[in-house]
């Protein structure tokens, strides 16, 4: 069983910046990618961006695009998410998630799933 544990959220103004952490423990595998997903309260879980095992591909929402910025350090077993130039809608709860096999914006990509860290953007 692999465990992911988001840390990094918080409050900050619109036009702030944060960067969220995403680290896999337990049973130690190669993944195909990693992934962070938000959900806002009454809102479907939404697409963020997602990196592959290698960090050669990355893939992001139009909406975060240019924003944001994802990485992953594999010594650490940590997955990144850079966030500029926060925007009030940005306000979500982000999960991590990681999947066996494959890469894409669907949650039923991915087979592991984190708790969540809270990001919110005050007006």
């Known amino acids: 069983q692999v465990q992911l544990i988001e840390s990094g959220g918080g409050l900050v103004q619109t036009g702030g910046s944060l960067r969220l952490s995403c680290t896999a423990s337990?049973?130690?595998?190669?993944?195909?990618?990693t992934a962070w997903f938000r959900q806002a309260p009454g809102k479907d879980r939404e697409f963020v961006a997602t990196i592959n095992w290698a960090g050669s591909t990355t893939i992001y929402a139009d909406s975060v695009k240019g924003r944001f910025t994802i990485s992953r350090d594999n010594a650490k077993n940590t997955v990144y998410l850079q966030m500029n130039s926060l925007k009030h809608e940005d306000t979500a709860l982000y999960y991590c998630?990681?999947?066996?096999?494959?890469?894409?914006?669907?949650?039923?990509?991915?087979?592991?799933w984190g708790q969540g860290t809270q990001v919110t953007v005050s007006s």
């Open positions: 337990g049973r130690t595998i190669v993944t195909y990618s």
């Open positions: 998630a990681t999947s066996l096999y494959g890469m894409g914006s669907r949650v039923s990509t991915y087979n592991y």
